[in-house]
Nanobody, 112 residues
Framework: QVEWVESGGDFVQAGGSLRLSCTASRIIFGSKAWAWYRQSPGKQRELVASITDAATTNYAASAEGRFTISRDNAKRVVFLQMNNLKPEDTARYFC??????WGQGTQVTVSS
């Protein structure tokens, strides 16, 4: 059982926006880099975006220009703002500080 929870997933139309949240315990959040991954049926889990403890960000090509990762250290939350969503963004989204350790994730479904 992991000490964080993802939320904010929903069903939206193409072109819409969602903000995902990843809330972690104080012990786990720490001075760590966090990342959002996603996985859709039949596909491998892929990195969407990451953010270091110094707020340096990195994005997959598919997310660049549309998604923004950010963090609120005081509230121990990592956000993923997703704009101009496309049907191909449909997936279950996971946050983690270490690949291979996964929570339940949150489902994002984008209709065309």
């Amino acid at each position: 059982q992991v000490e964080w929870v993802e939320s904010g997933g929903d069903f939206v139309q193409a072109g819409g926006s969602l903000r995902l949240s990843c809330t972690a315990s104080r012990i786990i959040f720490g001075s760590k880099a966090w990342a959002w991954y996603r996985q859709s049926p039949g596909k491998q889990r892929e990195l969407v975006a990451s953010i270091t403890d110094a707020a340096t960000t990195n994005y997959a090509a598919s997310a660049e220009g549309r998604f923004t990762i950010s963090r609120d250290n005081a509230k121990r939350v990592v956000f993923l703002q997703m704009n101009n969503l496309k049907p191909e963004d449909t997936a279950r989204y996971f946050c983690t500080f270490r690949r291979g350790i996964w929570g339940q994730g949150t489902q994002v479904t984008v209709s065309s």
